[in-house]
């Protein structure tokens, strides 16, 4: 049924894989990516090709992503962080190109299946964990002991601390998945009931398709910019270990 | 009376000519008295100076973690972490439920609260702005000094 306004984020397979009784089938969710990729590289790539000193409108745009990333970076991590610029630098740009992508008509927002976006968060959550136990040892642990508590709470205290940790990827994961799904779905809910409404009715919901446009492009920003300053947080909390 | 000397001609002259030829943004400059030049200059300085600092100097951690997000970012940030920490919490339980004890279902009732409990303190901390860490030790011991709000 083409009305559905979930049908947009229908999975269809293209070229079906299948290894070892794994469904790895390329969907338009893995072209959606890859074609993500591929304008990230360009837009970055051939914007940056000429060098120019004075830079033109398209290497001002690259050079203006890098360094809201790295300002992003050097004031939520400090200078320890600048080895992991990369890794945000592509994750920021990853999602916000997938996102902005996403709001062409007829194409697929890879962004709004909790599958891609928790394994982004795992990705995240797993390699600060990592770094953290790297630098601090078994001292990373006292992160779960909240100071200036005394110590009969403490039994309460740290399952709840350990809780909270844990449910940072989700809560990164869900946050994004969620904003991306709802904001599509509504668009096509509006979009559904302009045509039934006729020339006179279908005015109104056209005007809120339009407004609702406007604020997914606000909204795709906003999620790539907090998916990123949100790894930056965790990647202080590991590194800085009080 | 005022009478206007060759030099001053040549200069009037030669600023037409010199603003005909070239791009019309000189032409601002050009009309300019010195002292306005003078303190363009020095504005234009100043500015250059910051710039380099803040490429160049070490800079460290700035307040904006400590600094509670505003509108839209934190609204969006809020319901996520509250509703995380309690799916997580449930998660935890059932699974421990299932897997671990067999004892359906109060180790999932004992967890939700806890995952409750820590949504809320999720929210809390975002809110309060010391981030949405786990174990802010100094943050907790000076706040609690200096915030009335955490006394209360």
Not at chain 1, 17 to 39: D, L, P
């Amino acid at each position: 049924m083409s009305n559905n306004p979930l049908h947009q984020f229908t999975i269809t397979e293209i070229v079906p894989v299948e290894i070892a009784g794994i469904n790895a089938s390329f969907t338009n969710s893995a072209v959606a990516m890859v074609a993500t990729v591929a304008v990230v590289s360009i837009f970055l790539i051939m914007g940056m090709g000429g060098r120019s000193l004075v830079p033109g409108r398209w290497q001002s745009m690259a050079e203006l992503s890098y360094s809201f990333v790295a300002d992003m970076v050097r004031d939520n991590v400090g200078n320890e962080g600048r080895k992991y610029f990369p890794i945000i630098f592509s994750l920021f740009m990853f999602i916000l190109f997938g996102n902005f992508l996403g709001l062409l008509p007829y194409s697929f927002t890879f962004t709004s299946h909790v599958a891609v976006t928790f394994t982004l968060a795992m990705a995240v959550f797993i390699g600060v964990t990592l770094i953290g136990i790297a630098r601090h040892g078994l001292h990373f642990f006292t992160f779960f002991v909240p100071g200036g508590v005394p110590a009969v709470m403490l039994p309460l205290l740290v399952p709840i601390e350990i809780i909270s940790y844990l449910s940072r990827p989700v809560s990164l994961s869900i946050r994004l998945f969620a904003n991306m799904t709802a904001g599509h779905t509504m668009m096509k809910v509006f979009a559904a009931f302009i045509v039934p409404l006729g020339f006179l009715g279908g005015w109104a919901p056209f005007a809120v398709d339009v407004a609702l446009t406007g604020f997914e492009f606000l909204v795709a920003f906003l999620q790539a910019y907090v998916f990123a300053v949100l790894t930056c947080i965790y990647l202080n909390d590991s590194i800085h270990l009080h | 009376m005022f009478r206007p000397t060759f030099g001053l001609c040549v200069e009037k002259w030669g600023k037409r000519l010199f603003s005909l030829i070239f791009i019309p943004e000189f032409l601002g400059i050009l009309k300019m008295s010195d002292k306005d030049k003078r303190s363009e200059l020095d504005k234009f300085d100043t500015r250059l100076k910051q710039a380099q600092d803040n490429s160049t100097a070490p800079r460290g951690l700035k307040a904006a973690t400590n600094e509670p997000p505003k509108g839209l970012g934190l609204a969006l940030r809020c319901g996520a972490d509250l509703v995380s920490g309690i799916a997580v919490g449930v998660a935890i339980g059932y699974a421990l439920d299932t897997f671990v004890f067999d004892s359906k279902p109060w180790l999932m009732v004992l967890f939700f609260f806890l995952g409750a409990a820590a949504g809320i303190m999720n929210v809390f901390r975002t809110v309060q702005g010391l981030g949405i860490a786990a174990g802010y030790k100094e943050d907790y011991i000076e706040r609690a000094g200096k915030d009335d709000n955490l006394k209360d």
